[in-house]
């Protein structure tokens, strides 16, 4: 990690609404690095060695969430392997216990900047994720589980959004639309942070 303060820019959406999609993009073109919440529970996961793995599998399995401290920790370690001092933290924070757990972490550690919403119709959020499910071979991505992360989300998550819009943080996307409509719109909210640095 760089010795200056890491900026921390948190993407928030329900499932399906682009947000990878759309970090990815902004990674390529822009200086930040993508981190997601997710990849880096499933790529830890994925190591048959881990502790940790065999605990963040049992909780992607039943649609709960991971314990915030593994997350946090997941977090730090990727920042402070990277050469940036820019990141996008895709899918985090989901819930107020994650709030918590991060503010306890990572307190002082970072600027957050801002929280990049994607907001997106839930009937669109299904489809897409229906639709990546055929290729990602993700194994979230079919209907029971679906319900599940769709549920979570609006327990969940949708009152972590409302809590960082009256912080004034929240950036609103309309995520319904096509990737390079969105993409022009994230341009504008990171043009407008950049200018106000």
Known sequence: ???KKPNVIFVLGGPGAGKGTQ????????????????????DEAAKPDSTLGKEI???LKNGSIVPVAI????????MQNSDKENFLIDGFPRNQDNINGWQ???DGKVNIRCVLFFDCDEQVCVIRCLER??????????????????????????PVIQMYEKANLVKRIDASND???????VQSVLSSIKSSN
């Open 71 to 78: 997350t946090c920790k997941l977090l730090e370690n990727a």
């Open 179 to 185: 990737v390079d409509t969105v993409f022009q719109d």
């Open 57 to 59: 599998n049992e909780h």
């Open 1 to 3: 990690m760089a010795s």
């Open 23 to 42: 970090c990815a993009r902004i990674a390529e073109t822009d200086d930040y690095a993508h981190l997601s919440a997710g990849e880096l529970l499933r």
């Open 104 to 106: 306890k972490a990572m």
């Open 133 to 158: 499910g055929k290729a990602s071979g993700r194994t979230d991505d079919n209907t029971e589980s679906l319900r599940k992360r769709i549920i979570t989300y609006n327990e969940s998550t949708l």
